[in-house]
């Protein structure tokens, strides 16, 4: 009998996980064969890597691994960081390849980024 193997459980979500980080990387890593202008490049970067970091904290943060956090301002003016993730029970019905797909793809770029930033 064959293994069963788990497939992706939302991958729209994985796809745009992944292509947001490996366009901010892509274009940092390429763009200097196309642009001498480094303003450009710096601001495409910088406009791509936002774009990645709102999918994360607002799309797939949430439905790949249960992870919220927001910013509220307390009755006494101060900044206050909620941050939310779900029970265990949750947490163990939650797609492992969902899960493993995210984790990952955030050390590598992270990772990536390091190592390009050693050029």
């Excluded at 979500?13 to 366009?23: D, E, M």
């Excluded at 940092?28 to 910088?46: E, G, H, R």
């Excluded at 919220?68 to 779900?86: A, H, M, T, Y």
């Amino acid at each position: 009998m064959m293994p069963v193997v788990e497939n992706y459980a939302n991958p729209k979500t994985c796809f745009f996980h992944v292509i947001f980080k490996a366009a901010a990387l892509s274009f940092y890593i390429l763009s200097a064969l196309f642009f001498d202008n480094f303003v450009i490049i710096f601001v495409v970067t910088v406009f791509l890597a936002a774009l990645d970091f709102w999918v994360v904290k607002n799309v797939s943060g949430r439905i790949l691994v249960g992870l919220r956090w927001w910013n509220e301002i307390d009755d006494n003016g101060e900044s206050v960081w909620r941050f939310e993730c779900l029970d265990q029970e949750s947490l163990a019905r939650m797609n492992k390849k969902d899960s493993w797909l995210f984790w990952w793809t955030l050390y590598l770029t992270v990772s990536s980024h390091v190592m390009t930033r050693a050029r």
